[in-house]
């Protein structure tokens, strides 16, 4: 948030848009990004947006799990490319 003649403004960006420049961001620094969220319908979303678009790429996604009386279960996925056979 910035401010503007002592007034705070917001930028609001959308979900595909923060997608975009993660993406971006990670592509052009050659770094890889962390994402935490709370709610499982962003983190699907994120999953599909972030998925590997080049032959190189991966997506390491990660999901917490816990049920009541049980420790905390890590449960991987990991993603790679895979052509498009309507593009092929």
Known sequence: MS???????????????????????????GTKVVIAVHERTLFDYLKLELSPAFEKDRLLALELRRTA??????????VTYLVDAVAA
Do not use: K, M, Y
């Not at 503007?4 to 848009?17: D, E, K």
């Open 3 to 29: 401010t503007r003649n002592n007034r705070a403004v917001s930028t609001a960006v959308h979900i595909a848009q923060f997608a975009a420049l993660l993406r971006t961001i990670s592509r052009s620094h």
């Open 69 to 78: 009386g049980e420790s905390t279960r890590i449960v991987p996925d990991l």
